[in-house]
């Protein structure tokens, strides 16, 4: 039920809150740079993504070698960001503006981590009910992922929606999505009303000819 869907939330942004505490400075920072506060955040983002796949690409280590580097690096950031950052910013950083900033950013993720939950739960409730709908979805998904690998390089294709993850906070908040997309479906409608119109109007040339045969 709805209530039950609103405790949720509840509950996930308390939890959250209280586990990215140590966090909330660099959540804040993040914030910032992916909704593009300044107007040369999107070249950092982009500048920083492209530079670690190149590093990738340069390097080319094996699979195992690149996970264990990640792990190591989620390891050490965990243990040393909460320690670190509060030091270097100082007691006086965390004004009240950071801190609405901070609890939107929890919202945010909450809501996340409750469509990840209802994606899963709609899954498995579809698995149950309608196995054959299922099976022939995740099927169909995981065949065409499979061919868009296998197509693509991989570490570009990794690239290009690594790229796109970081950039649609920012395209989103400044709506050049949904300007381009009115745009893109205007243009749609008018081609169809042009259509339309040409398609009437031959229909009315054919008649007044074969009017004028009679």
């Known amino acids: ?20 505490e140590g966090w909330r400075e660099v959540l804040c920072f993040m914030h ?13 983002s982009i500048s920083a993504v492209t530079t670690l796949f190149l590093s990738i690409w340069y390097i080319e280590p094996s699979m195992l070698t690149l996970f264990s580097v990640m792990g190591i690096t989620v390891t050490l950031c ?12 100082g007691a006086h950083f965390w004004t009240g503006a950071h801190e ?3 609890e939107q950013i929890i919202t945010s993720i909450a809501s996340l981590c409750g469509l990840a939950s209802y994606i899963s739960n709609t899954l498995t ?5 309608k196995p054959r709908t299922y099976f022939v979805m995740v099927t169909g998904s995981l065949l065409l992922c499979a061919w868009v690998g ?5 570490l570009l294709l990794t690239y290009l929606i690594v790229l796109v993850i970081v950039l649609l906070p920012g395209l989103k908040h400044h709506e050049i999505i949904q300007k381009y997309l009115s ?25 007044d000819a074969s009017k004028k045969r009679e």
Request: aromatic share 10%; glycine share 2%; net charge positive.
């Open 32 to 44: 910032s740079l992916l909704i593009w506060e300044k107007h040369y955040y999107p070249f950092i």
């Open 1 to 20: 039920t709805t209530m039950d869907v609103m405790q949720d939330q509840d509950r996930r942004v308390k939890t959250l809150r209280r586990e990215l």
């Open 78 to 89: 965990d243990y040393l960001v909460p320690q670190i950052v509060p030091w270097i910013v």
């Open 183 to 207: 745009t893109a479906l205007k243009t749609f409608a008018n081609l169809m009303k042009s259509s339309v119109s040409a398609v009437q109007g031959s229909g009315s040339v054919t008649e």
């Open 150 to 154: 296998n197509t693509i390089n991989n």
């Open 100 to 102: 609405r900033r901070y």
């Open 125 to 129: 409730t579809m698995k149950e009910s």
